[in-house]
């Protein structure tokens, strides 16, 4: 199949949204705990850049319920990101279910796409401030 042939959406980019019930504690949270500042702005969103991806902080009168990653960073040292991040006041999950467990906020994730050319990652999670779950993984070589 040539790029051609592939669908609309299949040749797009994704751009990931995230809902905020008060965009300014949520600018406050990227920029001090994150250390993100947005590129750009119009009422009622921030748009943010990372790598060559994107994603939006939009005002909302609906949350997400935390229950799932929303949004993840793929890092190459987990260890050093993490660190930082808790420097800047960032609160990891600690999780301990059957077949998955964080040990000081890292998990190891068995399993990856084969496409990724790696055996599994490590993980860890946190929420920002408007309760949306984040995540920050390295792949496993």
Known sequence: MNAD???ALAR???????????LDRARRFYSEQLGMEPVDERPGGLLYRCGGAEFVLFRS???????FTQMAWEVDDIETAVRELRRRGV??????VA??????GIAEV???YPSKGARGERGAWFRDSEGNLLGVGQPVM
């Open 61 to 67: 009168t609906g949350s997400s319920p935390g229950t």
């Open 110 to 112: 068995e399993g990856n």
């Open 91 to 96: 609160v990891f999950e600690e999780v301990d």
């Open 12 to 22: 797009g980019r994704v751009a990931t949204r995230l809902p905020a019930q008060d």
């Open 5 to 7: 042939d592939r669908s």
């Open 99 to 104: 077949g998955f467990r964080t040990r000081e």
